[in-house]
């Protein structure tokens, strides 16, 4: 899988809306933009996932820029329980379904 | 989606025992995963559990330190042998459920992991 570079950490104000940023400048054409999330003393979540247009679930957006080397997860409102590290992950769509997981971004919400 | 369950939660060894780590789905799945995730650090893939067949582990893991079992498509057990201080991490069981019908587009979902503690 592709590499992605994610800010170590981020801090939000409750019911403010985050922008997360991730980049992957050597994305191919195949690869899907996945992201996950990994609340304290749990395994990560499947948040979104995207391959060139943007997305939107009841959890987050996401915006994937139009030479796809870069893609922002947009939390709306976010609530003290979106404090967690973000993971964005390059999947391979001609590979056997492994994620390969980085650092992350710890995102801290303040009340 | 899928939900998973692992046993034990947590538990506490002493080096040089082993400790086998159990993870149940809630449906039958093709892919299942074993993550380890050291204190601090990310999440590392340590094998695929294939049913019927040996398991695929990555580069660093090897079948004699974590030898895996894969019984059924709904069930699979991780074994961390003669455990040393090292090996203290969280323990993760995931399966990835197919999406759309194109590869790249599958979920992963993931067990609540063992938290392991080697004295």
């Known amino acids: 899988d592709a590499k992605t570079t994610q800010p170590n950490s981020m801090e939000s104000n409750e019911e403010e809306p985050v922008h997360l940023p991730c980049n992957h400048s050597t994305i191919s054409g195949t690869d899907y933009i996945h992201w996950y999330r990994q609340l304290p003393s749990q395994g990560p979540e499947y948040v979104i996932h995207?391959?060139?247009s943007n997305v939107n679930n009841r959890m987050a957006s996401l915006a994937i820029a139009e030479d796809r080397k870069s893609s922002t997860l947009i939390l709306h409102r976010a609530t003290l329980r979106d404090a967690a590290v973000y993971y964005c992950i390059l999947r391979d769509g001609g590979s056997n379904y492994k994620l390969t997981f980085g650092k992350g971004t710890l995102l801290t919400v303040n009340p | 989606s899928a939900v998973i369950s692992q046993k034990p939660s947590r538990d506490i060894c002493q080096r040089g025992t082993s400790l086998t780590i159990q993870c149940q789905v809630d449906s039958q799945v093709t892919m299942m995963f074993w993550y380890r995730q050291q204190p601090g650090q990310s999440l590392t893939l340590i094998a695929t559990?294939?049913?019927?067949?040996?398991?695929?582990?990555e580069s660093g893991f090897v079948i004699d330190k974590f030898p895996i079992s894969r019984p059924n498509l709904t069930f699979s057990t991780l074994t961390v042998s003669n455990m040393s201080p090292e090996d203290s991490s969280i323990y993760l069981c995931?399966?990835?459920?197919?999406?759309?019908?194109?590869?790249?587009?599958?979920?992963?979902?993931f067990g609540p992991g063992t938290r392991l503690l080697v004295l």
């Open positions: 559990a294939n049913q019927g067949s040996e398991a695929t582990y």
């Open positions: 995207g391959l060139t």
């Open positions: 995931s399966v990835a459920l197919a999406g759309g019908g194109r590869m790249g587009q599958e979920t992963q979902y």
